[in-house]
């Protein structure tokens, strides 16, 4: 715990932050660059869907992202609300907007594959379905975490609904081996060795790579930008106390 | 060119491939315009209200201090 509190300190947080983000951004961009190239140039297209199989890139990816992003800021609503960790709720609501953008991403290329694989742009079945939620977790959650007066009950109120909201991750992850759907079973993340070729899998993984810097980076813009943000809260509290004080001194 | 219009073409699914890209490219774009701005706006409103009122106080000044 001891160690994990070192990085609690917000200006040690910033400071520790600036030095990674260039690092993160360079790398993010230089890695979405690799992996569009091998996705465009290098990888064959697929013997039954064409050259549709190019969506997989930003599809799959972004998918990776939606859940992957749920998850980290699940876990910094439980550290928020069990050890009130300082940064925890600042973590998760500078991550929440960049989940709900990936979960958009997601939702959106996916019908833009459906169409020309399935026939159909959407389809109510449970893979579909179960994403649409994630993105109403995503809403729900920001629009829970502004909507008080007092910002820490705000936080606190969105950061149970993130927790109960969980339950959707894993419902997502094993939507297509439960029921009957469209969408096809994972073929990456799976018991055993990937069922896909090299030439598709490494693009596939730079660009999962390259999301996930990318998603680091501006993870540690919005902190920072979040962390301002409450500062100007409390100056701005403290400014009216003042201003309140000082007649009623006087008078 | 030939060989750049069929690329653009993918093999007739053009109008599906490249809204998806766009798609996300447009999405990531606004995020980092958005995250970008707010955080200038916010560093600007911070250093305006630290400004206008008196500095506070360090941990030890030099003025104050008896042995200097």
Known sequence: MSSLHRFANPARFLRISAAVLPWCGWLAALTIAAGLYMAFFTSPADYQQGETVRIMYVHV?????????????????????IWKHPLAHVLAQAAAPIGACFTVICLIT?????????????????????????????????????AFDNPARGERAAAILALVGFVNVPIIKFSVEWWNTLHQPASVIRAGMPSIHLSMLIPLLLMAVGFTLFFVALLLVRVKSELLARRLRALRLSEIHRAGASPAGTG | MAALSEFLSMGGHAGFIWPAYGVALVVLFVLVAVSLRTLRA???????????????????????????
């Open chain 1, 110 to 146: 996916g019908s833009l594959w459906g169409k020309p694989m399935w026939g159909t742009w959407w389809e109510w079945d449970a893979r579909l379905t179960s994403v649409l939620v994630l993105f109403f977790l995503y809403l729900g959650y920001i629009a829970l975490a502004g």
């Open chain 2, 42 to 68: 916010n560093e600007i409103a911070v250093r305006e209200i630290e400004a206008t009122r008196p500095k506070r106080r360090r941990r030890a000044p030099e003025a104050e201090r008896d042995d200097a």
């Open chain 1, 61 to 81: 990816p972004s998918a990776w992202m939606a859940l992957f992003v749920y998850t980290m800021m699940a876990m910094s609503c439980a550290a928020g609300l």
